[in-house]
């Protein structure tokens, strides 16, 4: 399996290259010293704009990156506070059911003891 690469070593290659193409150039072509400078200086200037906009572009991804972990964190927290709040309100329903049953059974519990008493009260009389 292949390595993929990082676009850095990449950028380090194609350096390379341009500079072994320009040491090439300067040997095999017969040209004044001064063609020699302004060529050198125009290859210099594309790889430092090429480069420049290869830092740039690096720039604006790492910055959209961000900003999209950014944004999935908040809708974490929100997902996670919604969850939070449901699962509260599911607890205080609950609650809820739970008191109002053990009131219908303690006042049915009440109930049948007064009736049980009032049968008793009824046999012993």
Known sequence: MA???????GMLVFLLGVVSGAAAALLLAPVTGKEARVYLNDKARQSRD??????????EMFEQGRERAGEAARQ??????QGRDRANEAARQGRE?????????STA???GR????????KENA
């Open 76 to 81: 974490g927290r929100q997902i996670f506070e």
């Open 114 to 121: 007064e009736a049980y008493q009032q049968a008793r009260q």
């Open 3 to 9: 390595k993929e690469d990082s676009g850095g070593s």
């Open 109 to 111: 519990i009440d109930r």
């Open 50 to 59: 090429r480069a420049n906009d290869a830092a740039r572009q690096g720039r």
């Open 97 to 105: 059911i739970l008191e109002h049953g053990r009131d219908t059974m």
